[in-house]
């Protein structure tokens, strides 16, 4: 099994940054990568970012690109998520997620299902 706490979630204005964290533990040797998705009340839960262990790869999708980035410290066993140019529209619960085996396809990254274990996530709330 392997457990995953995300923090670094709270309350900012329109245009701030932030950067949560996602600290994996358990057996984490058997996951290739890690994701992180959203969920806003009342929608389906979203994509966001995903990178490989190793090597460091990652996948955006388009709607957020160039604003957030994922990265990751192997040594520490933990994901970070840098939001900038925050909108209101990233208001959300933030999940962590991590996967036994990711691919080599960076685009098949974005679906849930590929994801084994979850984190309880953390809010996110943008206000304008």
């Known amino acids: 099994q392997v457990q995953l706490v995300e923090s670094g979630g709270g309350l900012v204005q329109a245009g701030d940054s932030l950067r949560l964290t996602c600290v994996a533990s358990g057996r984490t040797w058997s996951t290739s990568g890690m994701g992180w998705f959203r969920q806003a009340p009342g929608t389906e839960r979203e994509f966001v970012a995903a990178i490989s262990w190793s090597g460091g790869l990652t996948y955006y999708p388009d709607s957020v690109k160039g604003r957030l980035t994922i990265s990751r410290d192997s040594a520490k066993n933990t994901v970070y998520l840098q939001m900038n140019s925050m909108k209101p529209e990233d208001t959300a619960v933030y999940y962590c997620?991590?996967?036994?085996?990711?691919?080599?396809?960076?685009?098949?990254?974005?679906?849930?299902?590929?994801?084994?274990?979850w984190g309880n996530g953390t809010l996110v709330t943008v206000s304008s």
């Open positions: 997620a991590a996967a036994k085996y990711l691919g080599p396809n960076g685009s098949h990254w974005s679906s849930s299902t590929l994801y084994d274990y």
